[in-house]
């Protein structure tokens, strides 16, 4: 199960003694540059034939407006000493992010946030004679709860008359999936995890409905752009250079507002999903509910840790309880609708350190890309003090059928504390998912939930949730 | 200086730093859709603008940037 990932120090061609650092596995593609890992810490090099572009981005004071507006993670230049292959101009230390995250787990707004932003960084680069080489949905990572823009190698100075590099790959990292979860469905999101290079234009023309062909925006950038993909797949170099002198500044502005208005107008309303009403319908009356959050809040508190991942998170009422008790907390979810919600809800306020995330713990996303080793699984980035496990444990036990003893297994090997909440057989809840079916359970009970998860962790704290038949549980790690 | 030039002879076409494949297809078409949107764009804000002296709208001042107002989408 463990996928084959570059552990630091390991020898490479370029650096047999593997001292240097060593490449992030899905940073390869690009000459000018990649990321590196290097003593624990993320740095990324610029490879001496970009050092002229990234002079000028850095001497015009682009990356200063970008960092500036948040558009782009800010960085410290490093010592050339701590690049990891030769022949490297510069060297420099971004700002670490504690989780990272890829397209296919976010909710439809987070995808959307990030294709503004994209077009946002081509807008600033524009009018600093620059422009971006790439938009893949890949370099954007989420920071405090807002997306931001991680490749500061995007940048490149623009070659007057020539079109937009990036268009093809915009649209289909961005354009065509959030048209797709918008015009058909919210679910086909998931055709990101099998499409890593963008959802091909020909198959989203095809699955979206045909009176988007009528329409301002997805008629020319996805179906008349998808037809000229395939018109000119052949043609090679004569179109191409064609094209070379056909975009003049004003026209590539025309492209990117027009973008940026199509983009805007695609909406989806998280309504309707099978979660959505959960909220209202629950076994808890108010007092249930405060007594369910002071025990979650001792319980946190108690941990002392500085980090959770929140597992079946809803909308983050309880994220925020660990958000505001100093956590970093990422929220999963396999409701859109919920994740959605959530990630709404953050938008309005100051910034907090929580992150939604769309994922589902029976099939959490695996390692992906070339070696199975580009995007990491899910399970792999955890890293972290405390599992929240709150009105879950009936939903992957009964639901999902999955043993208790093996979701103990799974917690600890997750964090060194868990909170979670025993949802007994007499619950309305679990009442309504047997409603259904066969009572195939009898290890579902209190003592079977102490005896699976005792094999792993010690009780800190039991806490019977007054007004309810649930039980709150704070379990560490046994040593 | 790294330099990616595609083509040959007299149609060779300098792409820098073009590490990315871009399909022709959207090199080609960009022009094209640029032109056809600049028409409607150009429309659109006079005809807001027309609209908005007809309704005598004394909150007239602010114009819409292009592709900020969303309205002429129906998608």
Not at chain 1, 51 to 68: F, I, K
Not at chain 1, 273 to 288: M, Q
Not at chain 1, 311 to 318: D, H, Q, V
Not at chain 1, 379 to 399: F, G, N, P, Q
Request: proline share 6%.
């Amino acid at each position: 199960m463990t996928p084959v990932t570059r552990t630091e120090g390991e020898a490479t061609l370029a650096d047999p003694a593997g001292a240097r650092g060593s490449r992030d596995a899905g940073s390869y593609r690009d000459p000018a540059g990649f990321v590196y890992r290097r003593d624990g810490i993320i740095y990324r090099q610029i490879n001496a034939v970009f050092a002229e572009e990234w002079e000028h981005y850095t001497h015009s004071g682009l990356y200063d407006r970008l960092a500036a507006a948040g558009v782009v993670i800010e960085h410290e230049e490093v010592d050339l000493d701590l690049a990891a292959e030769p022949p490297a101009s510069y060297v420099i230390r971004p700002e670490q992010l504690k989780t990272i995250s890829y397209p296919y787990e976010w909710s439809f707004s987070q995808l959307k946030d990030a294709a503004l932003l994209t077009l946002e960084a081509q807008a600033l680069a524009a009018a600093a004679g620059m422009t971006l080489r790439d938009a893949s949905a890949y370099n954007i990572q989420f920071r405090l709860g807002r997306p931001v823009l991680i490749d500061s190698l995007s940048f490149e100075r623009t070659q007057p008359g020539q079109p937009w590099i990036a268009y093809g790959q915009f649209c289909e990292h961005f354009l065509a999936p959030l048209a797709l979860m918008a015009r058909v469905d919210v679910r086909l999101g998931g055709l990101m995890r099998s499409h890593l290079e963008g959802i091909p234009l020909d198959l989203a023309a095809r699955l979206l409905p045909g009176r988007t062909r009528l329409s301002f925006g997805l008629g020319p950038h996805l179906h008349l752009h998808a037809r000229a993909q395939r018109q000119h797949a052949a043609s090679g170099a004569t179109a191409v250079s064609r094209a070379s002198n056909s975009m003049s500044p004003a026209k590539l502005e025309t492209l990117i507002e027009s973008l940026r208005g199509t983009i805007k107008g695609l909406s989806w309303e998280p309504a309707g999903t099978e979660w959505a009403e959960y909220a209202g319908n629950t076994s808890y009356d108010d007092d249930a509910t405060r007594a369910k959050e002071d025990a979650v809040a001792a319980a946190l508190v108690e941990a002392a840790g500085s980090s959770a991942w929140d597992l079946g998170a809803n909308t983050g009422r309880y994220s925020r309880i660990a958000a505001e008790r100093g956590y970093s907390v990422v929220a999963l979810d396999i409701d859109p609708a919920a994740v959605e919600r959530g990630y709404r809800a953050l938008r309005k306020g100051s910034s907090v350190d929580i992150l939604p995330l769309l994922a589902d713990l029976t099939d959490p996303s695996p390692p992906l890309g070339w070696g199975s080793a580009e995007r990491k699984g899910l399970l792999e980035r955890i890293d972290t003090d405390v599992i929240l496990a709150l009105a879950l444990i009936h939903h992957l036990a009964i639901s999902r059928n999955v043993p208790l003893p093996m979701i103990a297994d799974l917690f600890a090997g997750l964090a060194p504390h868990a909170i979670v909440e025993w949802v007994p057989k007499e619950d309305s809840m679990v009442q309504q998912l047997l409603a259904s079916r066969e009572d195939i359970f009898p290890d579902y009970s209190i003592e079977g939930f102490r005896a699976a998860f005792g094999a792993h962790f010690d009780i800190v704290r039991e806490t019977p949730i007054e007004n309810t038949d649930r039980t709150l549980f704070h379990l560490k790690r046994s040593a | 200086m790294l330099r990616n030039s595609v083509g040959s002879g007299s149609e060779t076409v300098d792409l820098p730093f073009a590490y990315i494949d871009p399909a022709s297809g959207s090199l080609v078409i960009q022009a094209l859709i640029a032109g056809l949107i600049a028409i409607p764009f150009f429309f659109r804000n006079k005809i807001s603008k027309f609209i908005r002296t007809v309704r005598g709208d004394s909150s007239a001042s602010s114009e819409a940037a292009p592709g900020q107002d969303d309205s002429g989408h129906t998608d």
